[in-house]
């Protein structure tokens, strides 16, 4: 009966003259763990600001809604207690949102400068990897030939 060759001693042999360094992908865990980290410290600095400016909107609405809702001597002030509030809100509206957008434009500027910073890191660290994998690899080839 024919038998069948065991191929453990022939894959071993070929791993092993073909190593692999783990270092690239544990530089690569690190530098995309230290993205992340960064990219959630501007997240969260973004969502305080914001939740500060919702805070200080609601605060300056409800003390105008206090002063919109106190009796008034004639009907006629009602009125323009109504409409010196509305022009309030609008006021305020503006101006908060303007700070929304200020907030949303930070953020943008602070991501698109993590992002390049780690394109730049990640093109270094590839090149450098690729390099040494060749050089290993060419290394092996000539061992392997040389047998």
Known sequence: M???QDFSAIMKDMMGAFPVDTSAMDNAFKTTASLNEKLAAVSVSAAEK???L???WAKDTLAKFADFAKVKAEPADYAKAMSDMATA?????SEHVASFAEIAKKVQMDTAELM???GKSASEEAQ???KKATTEATSAVKKAAAK
């Open 116 to 118: 390049m910073a780690a």
């Open 89 to 93: 809100s609008a006021e305020a509206a």
């Open 54 to 56: 919702s805070t200080a």
């Open 128 to 130: 450098t990897a690729v």
């Open 50 to 52: 914001s939740a500060e």
């Open 2 to 4: 024919a038998k069948t």
